[in-house]
């Protein structure tokens, strides 16, 4: 077995020792669990195409659309920033109204990505000059 041990003693161990800064440690005596994150858990790489709903039989109306690049991120295995995620290109998401031309600023990073999807459509609505009035949309 080539790399270290766990430096702590006794006890049960589960994975493999990684070097920490304060030496070698299993899974169960990492200094901190770190959860880790995928950026890719709830976002489509593709084009995301929202709002096909269509309460009028005439030409397709679609209302706005969101735009989300995930990036690319990749999970550092060794070193003292073992089980970080490192993105090598900063995922990106913008929203565009097309009902009335609004478009957001560029949101980068997983977590402000997900904040923003999560309020971005009901926010706009509310200050969308051309919000349709009449239907509710499900969320
Ligand atoms: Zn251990
Ligand atoms: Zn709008």
Do not use: N
């Amino acid at each position: 077995m080539t790399g270290g041990l766990c430096d702590v003693p006794g006890g049960s161990h589960d994975g493999q020792p990684r070097p920490y800064p304060c030496g070698w440690r299993c899974t169960t005596h990492a200094p901190q669990a770190r959860p880790t994150t995928t950026p890719t858990t709830t976002i489509s790489p593709a084009v995301a195409a929202a709002a096909q709903r269509q309460t009028h039989s005439g030409p397709r109306q679609v209302t706005s659309a969101l735009f989300v690049d995930c990036g690319d991120g990749r999970e550092t295995k060794h070193g003292d920033r073992a089980g970080q995620i490192r993105y090598t290109g900063q995922p990106r998401a913008r929203y565009e109204c097309l009902a009335c031309g609004w478009q957001s600023e560029t949101i980068t990073g997983p977590t402000a990505i997900r904040r923003f999807l999560d309020h971005i459509r009901a926010a706009h609505k509310a200050a969308c000059p051309a919000a349709p009035s009449e239907g509710a949309q499900a969320a």
